[in-house]
C-alpha cells in the first residue's frame, strides 16, 4: 500500500496545472465587432475631424473646372455647384435653390449669376439675390431678404481652392515655397488624376488610410518592390534606416537607403496639416527639394480624392509620376493582375470603407502612424481649447510655408 508525505503533497499543489488546448483556438468565432477611431476619420460638418477640415482651405477643382456650365462639388460630406459668372468670378453655392429647392445643377449662369430654372431667381456669387422675376417689381423689395448659402473660392496653383468653416475664422490662403521657387525652364502644373493614390480619381475609402500611408516607408519596400515588382526604381527597393520627427504642422519620415554604388539615398517626406502629401517624386528623377505637393480632398467618410501641383519642365509630367505594374497604369490592368500585382489602391481600399482600427496590431514599424494620429489629435485638443489649428494663419504677408522634404544623393 502507498502513502503519501506531506513533501509530495506539496509539491503537486505546487505543480502547474496542464490545461488542455483544443487545436482549434484562435478562429475568428466570437469576434468582437470591429470600430474605427471616429474623430479621426468622419469629416462632416458637426463631427471633431468635420470641423478640424473646415479650419482650413482644400482644393475641389482645377482652375477650368469653375465656368458657365454648372457643376457638382462633394467636399467634406457637402453637396456644392461650382461656376464661374460671365465676368469671371468663381462661385461655390448649397446646390438647392433657397426658394423652392430646385437644384442649381440645372442653373444657367449669367453675368450676375447662377440663375434656377425653375422660377428664375438669380443669386451672385457671394448668394446674394439680386433678381426674382416672378415677384411684383422683379423682386425689388424681397431680394435684400433672400441668400442662398455659398462658400469662399480662392484660385492659386492654378486649382479652385474653397473654405467651409466659420467665417469669422477664415484664414489666408497659404502659399509654398517648393511651388514658389521656380528654375529656369520650370513652370506649374496642376493634376485631379488622384496621383499617388495608386487607382482611379476617386478612391473609395476613408481619407485617413491614405493619409497614413504617407509616413510608411516601409509599405515602398515590399507593396512597391519585392511582392508586385518594381513600381517605382530599383533604389526605393533597398530596405531604409528610418527615424519619424514631429514638427508643428507634419510629421517628417527621414529614410537612409545605402545604395550598391556606395552612395547614400537621404529621402525626406512629410504628411502635413491637414492633408498634405509631401511626397518626393519615387520615380527619382532629380535630386534637392520636393517637386510637387498634393491635397487629399475628404469627399466624404467613405471616398476621397487628390489634387497634385508641381514645377514641371513638360506638360503632363506630374501624370507621368504614376506608378505601374507589370509595365502597365492601373487603368490597364485587369482584375486578375490587380490581383496579383497589388498596389496603394488594393492595399488602401481593402481594408474597408473605414479600416477597423480595433483590430490593429501596430508594430514598431508603425511609428510614423502613431505620431502622425497624435498630431491630429492635437489639433482636435486645441480645437477644443477654443485655440486655432497649426498651419492656419491670418498674416496677410506670411512668407511661404516651407518643407524639408526631398532626394538627396550623399557619397
Known amino acids: 500500500m502507498s502513502t503519501t508525505t506531506t513533501a509530495d503533497a506539496a509539491s503537486a499543489q ?4 496542464v490545461i ?3 487545436p482549434d483556438t484562435g478562429t475568428a ?10 474623430e479621426l476619420t468622419e469629416v462632416g460638418a458637426g463631427t471633431p475631424m468635420g470641423e478640424l477640415m473646415r479650419r482650413y482651405w482644400h482644393p ?26 460671365k465676368t469671371g468670378r468663381p462661385g461655390l453655392v448649397y446646390p438647392h435653390c433657397a426658394h423652392r429647392g430646385a437644384s442649381l445643377y440645372f442653373a444657367k449662369v449669367e453675368e450676375r449669376g447662377i440663375r434656377c430654372c425653375y422660377h428664375g431667381w438669380l443669386f451672385n456669387v457671394q448668394g446674394h439675390c439680386v433678381e426674382q422675376p416672378c415677384e411684383p417689381e422683379a423682386g425689388a423689395n424681397s431680394c435684400s431678404k433672400v441668400r442662398q448659402p455659398w462658400y469662399p473660392v480662392q484660385e492659386q496653383y492654378g486649382l479652385i481652392w474653397a473654405y467651409m468653416g466659420p467665417p469669422a475664422k477664415k ?27 495608386g487607382g482611379p480619381q476617386i478612391i473609395p475609402c476613408n481619407w485617413l488610410q491614405h493619409y497614413e500611408n504617407l509616413v510608411d516607408p516601409f509599405h515602398v519596400v515590399i507593396l512597391h518592390s519585392s511582392f508586385s515588382g518594381t513600381q517605382f526604381v530599383e533604389q526605393m527597393a533597398v530596405m531604409p534606416e528610418v527615424k519619424w520627427e514631429t514638427g508643428d504642422i507634419s510629421v517628417r519620415t527621414i529614410s537612409r537607403r545605402k545604395l550598391p554604388d556606395g552612395k547614400t539615398l537621404h529621402r525626406v ?15 527619382i528623377k532629380r535630386h534637392g527639394m520636393v517637386e510637387s505637393l498634393g491635397w487629399l480632398l475628404p469627399i466624404d467618410d467613405h471616398s476621397f480624392r487628390i489634387y497634385v501641383v508641381g514645377r514641371v519642365r513638360e506638360k503632363g509630367e506630374i501624370s507621368r509620376m504614376r506608378s505601374t505594374r507589370n509595365g502597365k497604369y492601373w487603368d490597364q490592368l485587369t482584375e486578375e493582375e490587380r490581383r496579383t500585382y497589388p498596389g496603394d489602391y488594393e492595399a488602401q481600399v481593402s481594408q474597408g470603407a473605414i479600416a477597423h482600427h480595433s483590430e490593429e496590431f501596430l508594430a514598431m514599424s508603425d511609428m510614423g502612424i502613431v505620431r502622425l494620429r497624435r498630431l491630429l489629435q492635437k489639433q482636435l485638443d486645441a480645437l477644443k481649447a477654443g485655440q486655432d489649428p497649426a498651419g492656419v494663419s491670418f498674416d496677410t504677408d506670411a512668407p ?3 518643407f524639408s522634404a526631398g532626394n538627396f544623393l550623399q557619397d
Do not use: M, W
Open 400 to 402: 511661404p510655408v516651407r
Open 14 to 17: 505546487l505543480a502547474p496545472r
Open 269 to 283: 517626406s512629410e504628411a502635413g496639416l491637414p492633408t498634405l502629401r509631401v511626397i518626393p517624386n519615387p520615380l
Open 171 to 197: 484664414p489666408v490662403l497659404p502659399r509654398y515655397e517648393c511651388l514658389e521657387t521656380l528654375a529656369e525652364g520650370e513652370f506649374i502644373e496642376a493634376d485631379d488624376s488622384s496621383i499617388g493614390g
Open 60 to 85: 475641389i477643382g482645377l482652375v477650368q473646372d469653375a465656368n458657365d456650365t454648372p457643376r457638382k462639388v462633394r467636399a467634406l460630406g457637402e453637396d456644392l455647384i461650382l461656376f464661374r459668372d
Open 29 to 38: 468565432y466570437g469576434r468582437p465587432p470591429p470600430s474605427y477611431k471616429r
Open 20 to 22: 488542455p488546448v483544443h
